[in-house]
């Protein structure tokens, strides 16, 4: 079995984003880069798979679209344990176009597990994992919250509102992960960074999609009112606050 | 033409969002000059149908299929192909919950439609058909345009009010054929949640960090939202050493939420706890630092104990509800 990890390169959530050109694009000067969390996480579940010789698992691959400036989140994901990279070497300009590039490459590559992460902390879109999967016309899974491979049978936990479903599916699919999928993220050891330089990171060009989206701008959220302090020793007075000013009890 | 929301049931009742949904469809079809319809997939009886009429909706296009089931993203995506297509929707709108977030993303290949995934508003303009969406986890936001004839948007839950417009919807029972063969997700078995208000549901939300201290000191939170009819949630550490379950984990890889009033208790503020409730109307934060960043995303405050504090909100929620 072949798992394909699709991940995004994404600003660190607690770097403070600016805007230039016009509040049109993100200004990238000072941004401390990382892997997005979802993705770090669900290249960790895939790389337990891996480990356990049960699961038949053989190899874990990573997927990036984007310019070279992220071969140093591929290298990370490579470090942390991947066996292989693939890069398709353009611009992301949305969610559309970004699944139609990893589709392209998929179809030549071919995978029995894809995992993507259920969003990307930068345009918060949820929409390629699920996108990728109608492009291949492959089932999915979505808020998947464990994944497991038992006799050669993927068992998915996935989150329902109130509650939570088991599923079986076939393979080929594409999962879409969320809290659970991992516990805490893996992280690269001495060696793995070591072996990572020399690992292949094969490249593609990207075939021509029209993107469906454009940004106009962006804008910084509304500042809020400053807090209003209410004495310890008092909490009544909040409770009051709250019906009558705030008037949400 | 048309704006086409797709809502959501429970064991036959709609689902609040639903509602939201259904009020938003029909501001969204006014600013379009045109009529919402809403499609419900389920065993929905015909008086809870006619609810969605409250809220604005035109027509309800009623599929109740045995192999609909459960939900399988591929059969789901095409039955509401179909419907739109029938319906000549212009916009189609979905929550932007688990279910919409599996199935959105589909229809937008499947209909070559632009996506504005996790809206909070109407949108800015209708042409050029323009959105504000979340984006860098609460950190900005983004006008986006959706450049194709048909769009899709997802919209946050909790963010839009419910708008009551008694239209007098009319039911139009409709079949459709699905393709067993094509089913590849096969549901061996479901855990429900019952008797707990969803926390993504809910219109107040108490919230407790590491600053509670141990798990031993919940009651007063647990009771303090049992209260206010609030659901109960916590940061990350919390629900990662297993002090309350991992439902209930909020922030931007726990739940992102929008309720109108958020208690942060012993919760310090982190730029990634506040990705996921920066949304709400209302955050009320109770911890003993005063500087704590919490303060600065709350609208009110007490510098004090939470385990001091908590016993006498519990009170005065007692005596305030009991006049
Ligand atoms: C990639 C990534 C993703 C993350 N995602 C999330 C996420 O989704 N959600 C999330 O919550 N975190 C997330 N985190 C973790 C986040 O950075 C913080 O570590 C976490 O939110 C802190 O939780 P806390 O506020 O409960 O604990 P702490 O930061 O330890 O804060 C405890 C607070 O309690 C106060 N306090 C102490 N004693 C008392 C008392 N007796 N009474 C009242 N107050 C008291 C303290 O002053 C302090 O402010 C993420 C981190 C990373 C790196």
Redesign the pocket.
């Known amino acids: 079995m072949k798992i394909l990890v699709c991940i995004s390169n994404v600003p660190d959530?607690t770097t403070k984003v600016k805007f230039v050109e016009g509040n049109t694009k993100l200004d990238t000067t000072g941004i401390q880069w990382v892997i997005n969390?979802w993705d770090e996480l669900s290249l960790t579940r895939a790389l337990e798979l891996k480990d356990d010789a049960s699961t038949g698992v053989k190899s874990v691959s990573v997927a990036h679209v984007g310019s070279i400036a992220a071969e140093p989140t591929i290298r990370k994901a490579l470090a942390i344990g991947a066996d292989d990279a693939i890069r398709v070497n353009a611009e992301p300009a949305d969610a559309y176009y970004v699944a139609s590039q990893l589709a392209e490459v998929i179809k030549k590559e071919q995978f029995d597990i894809v995992i993507c992460g259920i969003e990307s902390s930068d345009f918060n879109g949820s929409t390629v994992g699920s996108m990728l999967s109608e492009l291949l016309d492959y089932p999915s899974v979505s808020a998947v919250s464990s994944l497991k491979i038992e006799n050669g049978q993927v068992v998915i936990s996935r989150e329902i509102d109130g509650g939570k479903e088991i599923v079986h599916v076939s393979t080929p699919f594409v999962a879409v992960v969320q809290k659970g999928i991992a516990k805490e993220p893996r992280i690269a050891a001495m060696r793995g960074i070591m072996m990572a330089r020399t690992k292949p990171i094969k490249l593609y060009e990207p075939i021509a999609v029209e993107p469906l989206t454009q940004v106009v701008s962006f804008e910084m959220p509304k500042p809020r009112a400053s807090c209003k302090f209410v004495d310890a020793e008092n909490p009544k007075q909040l409770i009051e606050l709250l019906q009558n000013e705030a008037k949400v009890i | 033409m048309s704006v086409l929301v797709f809502t959501e049931n429970w064991d036959g009742k709609f689902k609040k969002l639903s509602f939201e949904l259904a009020s938003y469809a029909s501001k969204v079809a006014e600013m379009l000059n045109t009529n919402a319809v809403a499609l419900s997939i389920g065993n929905v009886d015909e008086s809870e149908l006619k609810k969605l009429g409250n809220y604005g909706v035109k027509k309800i296009v009623n599929i109740n299929n045995d192999a609909l089931k459960n939900l399988d993203d591929r059969a789901y995506t095409s039955v509401i192909a179909e419907i739109a297509q029938k319906e000549s929707s212009e916009v189609i709108i979905l929550s932007n919950n688990n279910m919409g977030k599996g199935l959105a993303p589909r229809l937008s290949v499947r209909l070559k439609a632009a996506i504005g995934a996790g809206v909070s508003q109407l949108p800015l303009s209708t042409s050029p058909f323009t959105v504000y969406k979340r984006a860098f986890s609460g950190n900005a936001f983004a006008h986006l345009e959706l450049k194709t004839g048909v769009k899709i948007i997802t919209l946050a839950q909790n963010s839009f009010e419910l708008i009551e417009t008694a239209n007098g919807a009319s039911v139009e029972n409709f079949s459709v054929n699905v393709d067993a063969s094509n089913i590849k997700v096969q549901v061996k078995d479901v855990q429900k949640q019952t008797g707990k208000i969803l926390i993504t549901d809910a219109e107040i939300v108490v919230s407790g960090?590491?600053?509670m201290?141990s798990p031993d000191n919940w009651e007063p939170l647990v009771e303090l939202a049992n209260l206010l009819g609030a659901a109960t949630a916590c940061?990350?550490?919390?629900s990662d050493e297993g002090w309350r379950s991992h439902e209930e984990?909020?922030?931007?890889?726990?739940k992102i939420i929008a309720p109108n009033l958020y208690f942060a208790i012993?919760?310090?503020g982190?730029t990634?706890?506040i990705a996921?409730v920066s949304s709400s109307k209302y955050i009320v934060a109770?911890?003993?630092?005063k500087d704590?960043p919490i303060f600065g995303a709350a609208q009110y405050g007490i510098i004090g104990?939470?385990?001091k504090v908590l016993p006498k909100l519990v009170e005065a929620v007692k005596e305030v509800k009991g006049k």
């Open positions: 959530t969390p | 960090g590491r600053g201290k940061s990350r550490p919390v984990h909020t922030g931007q890889t726990g012993g919760i310090s982190a990634q706890h996921g109770i911890n003993t630092d704590a104990d939470a385990s």
